[in-house]
């Protein structure tokens, strides 16, 4: 099946740093995603990106499926910001069904 | 538009029980998913159910099992529980593609 891998598995900033998180996958994909898990467990979606760039405020990301990558950068951090950051993805062949990197865990320090 | 709710959040059970977990997708969503979330292993997909039809399963032994009923709620059951059954348990439901939306979870404990 695919492989998922999300760098680096740890990050601390400093409030008002950037970062960027990196995910690599073993496939082609239909579906990539983005979450922030929140202290209570949520998962909460930050984007939907198979291909192409987005930017929601101080985050983006991008995804070049031909490369099998994707980025998500975090711009002016904030301690709001921490957190576990994961990527998932759902296979070509695999509607419905989300395989998770390990996630990368964000401490923004003020 | 209301968001995915799961219940109970926080279930503490003994082990060789079973439990019932439920989890009530966003409207018109047709899609829902399960998953169990542990320290050691991460986000593992349990199953998927689409239009009350089980259409993917993830590696989980038959003790695990779920169902999905018209109005497109859906619930899991697992039997016998051991500890190791200990985990957030998050369901997530979507259209029949794209983004997968994410209920608050149910942590269970085994004791």
């Known amino acids: 099946g695919i492989q998922v891998e999300q760098s680096p598995p740890d990050l601390i900033l400093q409030e008002g740093a950037n970062s960027t998180l990196r995910c690599n996958f073993s496939d082609s994909v239909n579906n990539l995603q983005w979450f922030h898990q929140n202290p209570w467990g949520q998962l909460i979606n930050l984007f939907y990106?198979?291909?192409g760039t987005k930017q929601n405020g101080r985050l983006s990301a991008t995804t070049v499926a031909t490369e099998r990558y994707s980025l998500l950068y975090i711009s002016s951090s904030q301690t709001t910001d921490s957190g576990v950051y994961f990527c998932a993805v759902v296979g070509s062949s695999n509607t419905g069904k989300l395989i998770f990197g390990q996630g990368t865990t964000l401490q923004v320090k003020p | 538009k209301a968001g995915v709710t799961q219940t109970p959040r926080y279930l503490i059970k003994t082990r060789g029980q079973q439990v019932t977990l439920s989890c009530s997708p966003i409207s018109g969503h047709r899609s829902v998913s399960w998953y169990q979330q542990t320290p050691g292993q991460g986000l593992q997909f349990l199953f998927e159910y689409f239009s009350e039809t089980q259409r993917n399963k993830g590696n989980f032994p038959g003790r695990f099992s779920g169902r999905q009923f018209s109005n497109s709620r859906s619930e899991m059951n697992v039997s016998t529980l051991e500890l190791g059954d200990s985990a957030l348990y998050l369901c997530?439901?979507?259209?029949?593609?794209?983004?997968?939306?994410f209920g608050q979870g149910t942590r269970l404990t085994v004791v």
């Open positions: 997530a439901s979507s259209l029949e593609v794209g983004t997968a939306f």
């Open positions: 990106i198979p291909s």
